[in-house]
């Protein structure tokens, strides 16, 4: 746990502060967080330390192990908004669709227009494919950087897509409003301080394996490199689930609108593998508080050349975009602010 003291506490209070948690039975160390003090936590959990968060120097109570200073809540409890053109992640429920791969100029185009037409605000579409097996396709690089800039020029929609490593980041930043950071990236260091010197949106999905501290570490590289525009985006992580490709932890969001005021969607679509569970768990990401979902739609699944199997075709994603407005409707404000 770490303990955040309100701005302007002095050593004295974080002395007193960490007395009373030797008193409890827990060790505690001093840590600084960007120009606040800190107290780390030991073994302690957020029960034992229920008493601290009523005392007046204390900001708020983190569960996590690691310092973030830059992703933590806002002292005035606000949620960031991150724009992506003219599209806000952040304000609503934003809905983020295309298909796994760009492929060719009639499948990026017929799915671009599709998706617009289902009130999609933004366009994904990889260029550059991070598959398991190297004889898997790899995406067609800045061919389909060029092919995406004939999508937002046909439908207006900004674009995301993936770097894979510095030289695609540098391509990839010329052209897409928003620059995604895969799942198997997450923890490329170098790859996310590049993304911190870039002025563009970056879309920072978990690692496989992440645990929310390493996610929010990334994050957090970013943000201290000098980039604010950051969006979370949870993929589902590795368990021992042999139903679905990975696990889906929707358990991970009202956490996280929490302890961090950075907008966080959610990715059915890998998650599952399986376009038979993709609007439900869509569906289910905007019930508890996702401030959108990124899906994975194809003109032709059953030939997609990448992740098929997981892809809605366009009817499908028209009927899950208006079963999401119906739960935004229902639901009342998401929008409480973060601790
Ligand atoms: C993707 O969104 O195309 C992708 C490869 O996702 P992930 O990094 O979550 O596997
Ligand atoms: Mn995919």
Request: proline share 5%.
């Amino acid at each position: 746990m770490l303990i955040m003291m309100k701005a302007g506490s002095l050593p004295e209070d974080v002395d007193r502060i960490r007395r009373i948690i030797h008193e409890l039975g827990f060790d505690t160390r001093a840590v600084t967080l960007g120009d606040r003090l800190g107290v780390r936590t030991v073994g302690a959990d957020l029960d034992d330390l229920e008493a601290i968060t009523q005392r007046a120097e204390v900001e708020q109570l983190l569960p996590i192990g690691q310092p973030i200073p830059l992703a933590a809540g806002q002292p005035r409890g606000t949620r960031s908004q991150v724009r992506v053109g003219p599209a806000t992640i952040g304000d609503g429920f934003t809905l983020i669709a295309g298909p796994c791969a760009v492929e060719t100029r009639e499948q990026l185009l017929g799915v671009a227009t599709a998706v617009k037409r289902s009130g999609a605000e933004i366009l994904r579409g990889g260029a550059w494919k991070p598959r398991t097996s190297p004889y898997e396709f790899q995406g067609l690089g800045q061919a389909a950087l060029e092919l995406l800039e004939q999508a937002r020029g046909e439908t207006g929609l900004p674009i995301v897509t993936e770097a894979v490593d510095h030289a695609s980041f540098d391509q990839l930043e010329a052209c897409a409003e928003m620059v995604q950071i895969g799942a198997r990236n997450m923890q490329n260091y170098e790859l996310l301080k590049r993304a911190g010197r870039s002025s563009r949106a970056i879309l920072l999905k978990r690692g496989i394996s992440a645990t929310l501290d390493e996610w929010l570490m990334a994050a957090e590289y970013i943000l201290q490199a000098g980039n604010r525009n950051v969006v979370l985006c949870e993929r589902g992580i590795r368990t021992y689930s042999g139903h679905s490709r990975f696990t889906l932890d929707l358990s991970v969001i009202p956490v996280l609108r929490r302890i961090t005021h950075l907008p966080v969607i959610v990715d059915p679509s890998h998650a599952s593998g399986d376009r038979r569970s993709v609007a439900a768990l869509a569906r289910a990401a905007a019930a508890v508080g996702a401030d959108g979902v990124m899906v994975e739609v194809h003109d032709n699944p059953e030939n997609a050349r990448c992740d098929g199997r997981q892809s809605l075709s366009s009817e499908e994603f028209e009927r899950l975009s208006r079963s999401i407005r119906l739960i935004e409707a229902a639901i009342d404000s998401p929008t409480e602010p973060v601790l």
